[in-house]
C-alpha cells in the first residue's frame, strides 16, 4: 500500500472504516499500550474503528481450551482491558465474529478465495495464528483460518485493516484477492511488536534502494518473522509484563531485563522498543530519576534524545531501566484504578486459565 491510498480515503470519506480483530486468549500484556495508542490516533483522524473479537477464530486456534463460552468471557475482560488503556469508547464497535459468520456471503467469499489460493500459500500465512505450517497435517481446520481474517475484512467493509506485522501476509493477500475479484482493497497498516524483556537476535536491514518487489517483501517477511520470534508473549511471563502487574513487579522485572548498549542492537532492546513506542508517544518524554553522584534527574524530550544520551554512554542501562520501569507504572495506574472498582469480568478470565491449569 502506499500513503496516497490512505491520504485519498481520508479526504474523500466522511467517516472511513478501521479495524483491528483480536482473538480473546488470556491475560493482556504491555503490548497493548502500543496498539491502544494507535487505535485512538485512528479515532482522532476521523475514522471509525471496529474491534472485532475473533472467538471463532480463537477456537480453530485452540484458545482458551476452544471453549466459545469462555472464549467470549475473556473478550468482556479485554473490552475492559481497552477501556482501562483509554481507547474512547464511543468512537469504537466492538463486534464478535460470531455475528459476522452467521452471513451466508460470508461462507460463499470463503469458498471464492479458497478457490484462487493454493494450499501452500495458505498453509504460509498460518504463521498469522503463531503456528507452523505442518500443524494443518493434524487439524485440517486450521486452514480455514487464514481464509477467515481474509474475508473478515470484505465482510466488514473495511477501508483500513490495523495490525500487528506478524499479520502482514493475511492483509496482503486480502489486497491480491480484492484486486482479482474488484472487491474494495483494504489498506494494510502494520505496527511493531514489541520484543520480550529477554531481548532476542539482532535483525539485520539491509540498505540497499534497488530492491525489487518480490525481494523487498522477503526482506520484510523475514523482519516480521524476526520480530514475531522475539515479541513480548504472555506465554512467558518472565518475559512479558502484564497490565495487571503491581509497580513493584514491573520494577523488578524490567531489572532483569535485556538492555545492550549498542546501537546496532536497538530494534531488539526492549527498554528502548517500549520506551520509543509507549512512553514518549504518551507523555511527549522520558524522566529519570537518579542519584546526585551519576548526574542528576535527567529529563528527554524526544526519543531521539534518549538514544543519543544512551549510545554515548552519557546514560547507562541502570538509569534506563529505571525510566522505563517508572513510565510504565505510570501507563498502569489507570489500569489499576479501573479494575480494583471493575474486577468481574478479570475474575472471570483468572477463574478459567485456572481451571485449564495456565495460571498458578
Known sequence: MSEEELRTVLETKEQPLAYIGFEPSGIVHMGWALVTAKIKDLCDAGFKVIILWADWHASINDKVGGNLDNIRAVARYME???VALGVPADKVEFR???DVVN??????????VGKITSLSRIKRTMTIMGRKEDEAELDSSKIIYPLMQCVDMFQLGVDVAYA??????VNMLAREVAEKFGWKK???????????????ARMNGDGAKDKTVREE???????????IDMKMSKSDPTSS???????????????????PPEKENEGTNPMLM?????????????????PEKYGGNVSYDSYEALTEAYFSGALGPVDLKAGVADGINRVLAPVNEFFAAHPENYDRVVEILKGLGKLR
Not at 500487528?164 to 501476509?169: E, K, P, V
Not at 497498516?189 to 520484543?195: A, E, K, N, V, Y
Not at 517483501?217 to 520480530?227: H, L, T, V, Y
Not at 513487579?249 to 531489572?255: D, L, P, T, W
Open 241 to 259: 509484563i502484564n497490565i495487571h502487574d503491581t509497580p513493584d513487579s514491573v520494577r523488578q522485572k524490567i531489572k532483569k531485563a535485556y538492555c
Open 164 to 169: 500487528g506485522i506478524d499479520q502482514r501476509r
Open 103 to 112: 452471513d451466508l456471503s460470508y461462507w460463499e467469499n470463503i469458498i471464492k
Open 96 to 98: 464478535y465474529a460470531q
Open 217 to 227: 517483501a522477503k526482506s520484510m517477511d523475514e523482519q516480521s518473522a524476526a520480530m
Open 80 to 82: 475492559d482491558c481497552f
Open 186 to 200: 483494504p489498506i494494510a497498516i502494520h505496527t511493531p511488536l514489541l520484543p520480550g524483556l529477554k531481548g532476542g
Open 274 to 290: 517500549i520506551a520509543k513506542y509507549i512512553i514518549f508517544p504518551r507523555f511527549g518524554r522520558m524522566d529519570i530519576e537518579r
